[in-house]
C-alpha cells in the first residue's frame, strides 16, 4: 500500500522513483483496447495504421496517460490525488520501452490542505518525451 507523503520531509526537486515497463506490445495494446473500449483500429491492425502512412500500430494516448497515473499513484494513494494533466508530445511505438519519471517541483498549502506539486513524463528508449504532465498530491 502506498503511504501519504509527509509535507516536511518533500523538498523541491526530490525525484520519484521511475517507473521502467515492459516493450510495449500488441497484445497489450488489444487488452487495452476490450479494456478501454477504445476499438480505434489504428492501435491493433497494421494494414490499417500503414493505409495512413504510420509505419505500425502505435499505442492509445490514454494507456501512456494510464503510466503517468501508475506513477503518481505510486508516490501518493488515489484517494490524495487531486490533479493529473497531460500533454501528448509523441506517439509511443510498439515495441518502445517507456520509463516514466518525475519529481517535486512545488509545496503549498491551499483552502487548508497541504500539497505537493509534481512533474511527471513518460520518456522513450531514445530519451524522447511522449507524453509530459503534472500532478498535485496531498500531504500528510
Request: with cysteine.
Amino acid at each position: 500500500m502506498t503511504t501519504v507523503p509527509k509535507f516536511d520531509q518533500v523538498k523541491v526537486g526530490d525525484e520519484l522513483k521511475s517507473l521502467v515497463l515492459p516493450p510495449v506490445s500488441r497484445h497489450q495494446l488489444a487488452l487495452y483496447c476490450g479494456g478501454s473500449g477504445d476499438h480505434n483500429p489504428i492501435h491493433v491492425d497494421l494494414d490499417f495504421a500503414k493505409k495512413f502512412g504510420f509505419k505500425d500500430v502505435f499505442a492509445h494516448g490514454m494507456l501512456s496517460m494510464a503510466f503517468l497515473g501508475r506513477l503518481v499513484t505510486s508516490y501518493a494513494p488515489n484517494s490524495k490525488v487531486r490533479k493529473l494533466g497531460t500533454r501528448f508530445t509523441s506517439i509511443t511505438w510498439v515495441g518502445d520501452v517507456i520509463t516514466v519519471s518525475g519529481k517535486v517541483t512545488g509545496k503549498r498549502e491551499e483552502n487548508g490542505e497541504k500539497l505537493i506539486d509534481l512533474e511527471v513524463k513518460c520518456t522513450n528508449q531514445n530519451g524522447q518525451d511522449t507524453l509530459q504532465g503534472h500532478a498535485t498530491v496531498a500531504a500528510a
